[in-house]
């Protein structure tokens, strides 16, 4: 069985091009391509009905394209559903994380891929699992018994990242993971982003906040009006830029902003 460090960095794990996608009168995605390499971080931005959301539905099987080819570890693949898509090895941490705030770390780390024992749960070995995973992420959570209901927002956050690591994946998406944390659980979820990548493993985040996108992206994939606009390496990327991108505004601001360059030149 595969594991998460075996992908060499710098290989192209997942990619898509020509991907369309039609909802009866509403074209929501038209010829969209982006690929995600081992251990690197894709931000996936754009202002709402950029068609983020549809990408991120249709890599993780909740939609089917029209149009386009998906390649994944290098063969071109049909991801026919969600469960499909794990099997394949996509893990989608969803906005709404999907945990039982009755049940704890454990039960949530497994629910629906239980391990067990001629039909009895075999909880010690899926409390060592829980407790390897979150060592991957030096995730900081008290105990693995503990309630989902007695955790904090980023360590909730956590535990989801967590889960969706049980399939040994080789992409993780994660849809707006910093949405609605404080300033410290936001920096705790980043350090799991920059860990995911330290592993191998190739991470498409999705998020309105520059500030998070500009710490942790390797590149960054402007989506607009359910197209590429552009993308940036995030080290040659101002706020600035990313935001005229978003919004359509990229070439009279950067065209401007040459000029400016110019003029305080020349004088």
Not at 104 to 126: K, P, S, T, Y
Not at 204 to 212: C, G, K, Q
Not at 233 to 259: C, F, H, K, M, P
């Amino acid at each position: 069985m595969s594991t998460m460090t075996e992908a060499p960095v710098g290989d192209v794990v997942l990619s898509l091009t020509g991907v369309n996608k039609r909802f009866g009168a509403v074209q929501a995605l038209t010829d969209v391509h982006m690929e995600v390499r081992a251990g690197e971080v894709v931000a996936l931005v754009g202002d709402n009905g950029a068609g983020k959301s549809t990408l991120v539905k249709v890599i993780s099987g909740v939609y089917q394209p029209d149009g386009g080819d998906i390649t994944f570890a290098g063969r071109k693949v049909s991801v026919g559903g969600p469960s499909q898509a794990q099997a394949l090895g996509i893990a989608t941490v969803f906005q709404d994380l999907a945990l039982c705030d009755n049940l704890d770390v454990v039960a949530n780390l497994f629910l629906g891929q239980e391990r067990a024992n001629a039909h009895v749960l075999n909880e010690v070995e899926m409390e060592k699992e829980a407790w390897r995973l979150l060592r991957t992420l030096s995730a900081k959570i008290p105990s693995v018994r503990i309630p989902i209901a007695a955790l904090s927002g980023g360590q909730r956050q956590t535990v989801a990242i967590a889960r969706s690591l049980v399939g040994n994946p080789k992409v993780v998406m994660l849809d707006e993971p910093t949405a609605a944390l404080g300033v410290a659980q936001t920096a705790e979820v980043l350090n799991l982003v920059e860990r995911l990548r330290e592993t191998g493993l190739g991470v498409i985040l999705i998020s309105h906040n520059m500030a998070d996108v500009q710490a942790v992206a390797d590149r960054i994939v402007v989506m607009r009006l359910g197209r590429n606009a552009a993308e940036f390496r995030v080290e040659e990327a101002s706020t600035e830029q990313l935001v005229a991108a978003i919004t359509g505004a990229s070439d009279n601001v950067v065209a401007a902003r040459a000029e400016r360059r110019k003029e305080s030149h020349d004088g």
